[in-house]
């Protein structure tokens, strides 16, 4: 597992719609494992593994992240956002921000004031971020409308193997799913592995089915994170219980194959990989909802990732569990007929 590699994806902004920057990470890094990257219009990218193979497994996670991106700038330099993805606006103000321009990293602040947090219907719509400009014109020579905005917070290690950071909802996923077609090309796997970073799951999730109707996949395994049952007060009945550092979560969904799970649940166990489940009523709220019914249906697999705090600055997640997965995924596609 290649750890350099996480922290270079962690370190990139890539708000819904705005994924690029990732993107040139994992191309960078996947051009001496894969045998082909395909790129798109809208700014997916897949990797291939024998792509002569008349079977063709398409893995898949997301590469954007919440956050917002600048809507316009007021006469005294301040900046206005409309949000991207499930953000949770009470997080923002008083926080420091990073804002991806075509040449650089700016840096700025959300306005806040106590009588700020009195608005209880807080949206991205109310954030007035500060630049440091003071005119209109000013702030328009740093930056432009349309820019990525986000926090601006650190990749940390804690104890016993977690990690904390803005944005593993899901770059824990694409990590996950090319270090996986790299494992599976050293164990020797003959299928046709294509492993897609896809854009906008936060917003549309066009990416995920872009992606399968051009891939045309006999099978999918889409990798997300979950949330975890271990802290707060969090419901049980509802979706089950998934504890960190429990290891990988299958879903038992309608839209997940009961098969590809029970193929899933067999490699975790000649691997000793602990396997956890969760529910789901009906649709996984993953790219896995466009993929299963992209072409003439695509049977799929949802592996997801134990997460804590999802969609906040300082998301948590275990690296034992990371790990799990990577070889899970690794030893399922080795053994796909």
Request: proline share 3%.
């Amino acid at each position: 597992m290649n750890e350099i590699f996480l922290e270079n994806i962690l370190s990139e902004i890539s708000v819904s719609g705005c994924e690029e920057p990732v993107q040139e990470v994992v191309k960078a890094y996947m051009k001496d494992y894969a045998d082909e990257i395909r790129e798109d219009e809208i700014g997916d990218v897949v990797c291939v593994l024998n792509p002569g193979s008349s079977k063709r497994i398409m893995l898949s996670a997301h590469a954007d992240e919440i956050g917002a991106v600048i809507s316009n700038v007021t006469e005294n330099g301040r900046l206005q956002v409309v949000s991207r993805g499930g953000i949770i606006p009470f997080t923002y103000p008083g926080q420091q921000i990073q804002i991806r321009t075509r040449e650089k990293i700016v840096y700025g602040v959300v306005e806040a004031r106590r009588e700020f947090f009195d608005n209880k219907e807080m949206k991205a719509k109310d954030f007035l971020v500060d630049i440091g400009a003071v005119t209109k014109e000013e702030a328009l020579r740093q930056i432009s409308l349309g820019d990525a905005v986000v926090l601006d917070t650190h990749i940390r290690r804690m104890m016993n193997g977690r990690l904390t950071a803005r944005a593993l909802d899901d770059r824990l996923g694409v990590f996950i799913i090319m270090e996986a077609l790299r494992r599976a090309k050293e164990k020797g796997c003959s299928a046709g592995v294509y492993a897609a970073a896809t854009v906008g799951e936060e917003t549309t999730k066009n990416g995920a089915y872009w992606c399968s109707a051009r891939i045309r996949p006999d099978a999918a395994i889409v990798v997300d994170v979950t949330y975890c049952s271990d802290y707060g007060d969090k419901e049980t009945a509802e979706a089950g219980t998934v504890t960190l550092g429990g290891g990988p979560v299958l879903c038992n969904s309608p839209t997940v194959a009961k098969k590809m799970n029970d193929k899933m649940e067999a490699c975790g166990a000649d691997l000793q990989i602990p396997i956890q489940r969760e529910a789901a009523g009906g649709l996984t709220c993953t790219d896995g909802d466009r993929i299963h019914f992209s072409g003439e249906g695509v049977p799929l697999v949802l592996v997801s990732i134990p997460l804590r705090y999802m969609h906040t600055p300082a998301e948590v997640a275990d690296l034992k569990d990371v790990e799990g997965c990577i070889e899970l995924i690794a030893e399922f596609l080795c053994r796909y007929e």
